[in-house]
């Protein structure tokens, strides 16, 4: 009877400390979500369905949330989420002090300031991401955890345009770029906050600098973000880029009256899925009668990139007969085999 006590003990002992020290050998993970943004409630951003999209990827998702104006109701908005693993961080506007668009990198900066995580998915108010790529964005963060050589993950782009049913593809559009980032404290922001750079002794102020700058090492996962920032009412859409021109010092006044898509029947069709965060929102969808299937000429004086005809050469030739791949486009990181 004590032999075989004696036995099960052993036995018993030895799993404990197997299992303890394979916990131990295996390498915990933990990922942070962050974004910033101000008035995103007001501007037509769906904000609370980014934020959404990420939560069940990460431990926890910092919000700079920027001074606002009275009438926004994005703090709400957020808090209607009910996570604990959010954390909003109050924040000022200095467009003095970050002209240009720094602004949009210096408060991105703040909340990666606030990430606890070993890797930190970012996601601009106007970004998605769909739960069909959850499985190949944890696989990628788990494989590279170790190997210091890969500063981030590159991800694909669905641009939406107009609707929900269209996109905008070719030269003048990035179809790629890094939104998943190691957490070091020389990688930042920059520019317009559109990517990464490692920037050793920052300043702080110069979110536009390339002396002393170079592009993060990546790799490209397969999974996309959905970008929804020029989905809007054509008046929001507007009082947007009305909004982003104040950010960005243009002097003079761009865009007035409704916004004018042009005609989307040039464009290419959507034909996935939508993440399921975005089923509510895309119900709102009632500016359809306001925009231009090809049965309307286009009266405005400008033209959009990618309704330039050296553009849709261009384009059409990168995608026809170059599979896509962009001619002499810059690429902000370096893709690592």
Known sequence: MFKALHTFYMKMTLSFTLKHSILHLWPRMKISGFTMCRNAAKLYYPIKQSIMSALPLVDEYIVALGNGDEDDCTAQLISEINSPKIKIIRTVWDLEKFPNGMVHAQQTDLA??????????????????????????????????????????????????????????????????VRIIRNKPDIHSWQSAQSFRVIQDFNGIDFRQKVNTRKLNVMAIHAHIYHYGWVRPPKLMTQKMQALDKIHSHQRHRFKGDFDYGDLSRLAVFKGMHPKVMQEWMQGFDWKNDLNYGEKKIVRSYQFKHERLRYRILSWIEIHLFGGEKMGAFKNYTLLD
């Open 112 to 177: 990666k300031q606030h990430c606890t995580g070993d890797w930190l998915i970012y996601l601009q108010a106007d970004e998605v991401l769909h739960e069909l790529d959850f499985e190949a964005i944890k696989t990628a963060c788990s494989s590279y955890l170790e190997d210091d050589r890969v500063e981030g993950f590159l991800l694909n782009y669905h641009h939406f345009w107009g609707d929900y049913e269209h996109v905008v593809k070719g030269h003048s559009w990035y179809d790629r770029e």
